[in-house]
């Protein structure tokens, strides 16, 4: 009876080891696979050629104690070889521009260099100013180093008296200029108070 109990109490050992063992075992082989494999492979959160990724920015440029202009986007990626930041549903502040005021461009997308100022937007385009003015553009560029905005295709620009069209724009913030290069287009909307006078 004691040489029974003691085999069976034997065997619960070796199957209790040998069951522990193979735990220990699956283990090593698992925590090798995991530890051989990529990064990328295992967390899969970063595109290729992607350093970082934001899933929100601000950002806000400072010149003599005052900020500049300010940028936001819902995303973000950064490459750091080319040190250029890709951006999603970009929007764009402009402060002190000159006559223009406050100055606000929206886009869907756009790239900005970050050390250079420079910001390139597209995909449905709007620029408006404290003057009520609205510019809709293709592809706009904003240089916040020279502080100018300019765009080499179709333009359409509202103004509470002006509707003006045409092909390629400039407009020198701080010196309250803006320039059409060609096709330009206009119509003169008559002030309330003429409309008034005739009514």
Same mark, same amino acid.
């Given at each position: 009876?004691?040489?029974?109990?003691?085999?069976?109490?034997?065997?619960?050992?070796?199957?209790?080891?040998?069951?522990?063992?193979?735990?220990?075992?699956?283990?090593?082989?698992?925590?090798?696979?995991?530890?051989?494999? +990529?990064?990328?492979?295992?967390?899969?959160?970063?595109?290729?050629?992607?350093?970082?990724?934001?899933? !929100?920015?601000?950002?806000? /440029?400072?010149?003599? @104690? /005052?900020?500049?202009?300010?940028?936001?986007?819902?995303?973000?990626?950064?490459?750091?070889?080319?040190?250029?930041?890709?951006?999603?549903?970009?929007?764009?502040?402009?402060?002190?521009?000159?006559?223009?005021? !406050?100055?606000?461009?929206?886009? @869907?997308?756009?790239?900005?260099?970050?050390?250079?100022?420079?910001?390139?937007?597209?995909?449905?385009?709007?620029?408006?100013?404290?003057?009520?003015?609205?510019?809709?553009?293709?592809?706009?560029?904003?240089?916040?180093?020279?502080?100018?905005?300019?765009?080499? @295709?179709?333009?359409?620009?509202?103004?509470?008296?002006?509707?003006?069209?045409? !092909?390629?724009?400039?407009?020198?913030?701080?010196?309250?200029?803006?320039?059409?290069?060609? @096709?330009?287009?206009?119509?003169?909307? +008559?002030?309330?108070?003429?409309?008034?006078?005739?009514?």
């Amino acid at each position: 009876m004691g040489n029974k109990w003691a085999s069976t109490f034997n065997l619960r050992w070796i199957l209790a080891i040998l069951i522990l063992g193979s735990l220990v075992l699956l283990t090593a082989v698992l925590w090798r696979q995991l530890e051989n494999r +990529p990064a990328e492979e295992s967390l899969e959160i970063l595109p290729k050629k992607v350093d970082l990724a934001l899933g !929100k920015l601000h950002y806000t /440029q400072n010149e003599d @104690g /005052q900020s500049s202009w300010s940028l936001s986007a819902d995303q973000a990626e950064y490459l750091r070889e080319s040190g250029q930041a890709r951006l999603d549903q970009v929007h764009l502040e402009i402060f002190r521009a000159g006559e223009f005021g !406050k100055v606000t461009l929206d886009a @869907g997308q756009g790239q900005l260099l970050q050390e250079s100022q420079q910001l390139e937007v597209w995909d449905q385009v709007v620029v408006r100013t404290s003057r009520q003015e609205r510019l809709v553009a293709d592809r706009l560029h904003y240089d916040g180093v020279q502080r100018r905005l300019t765009a080499d @295709g179709q333009i359409e620009l509202q103004t509470p008296r002006v509707e003006l069209t045409g !092909k390629g724009l400039q407009i020198e913030l701080d010196q309250g200029r803006l320039l059409l290069k060609s @096709g330009v287009r206009m119509l003169v909307h +008559p002030a309330q108070q003429e409309l008034n006078t005739r009514e």
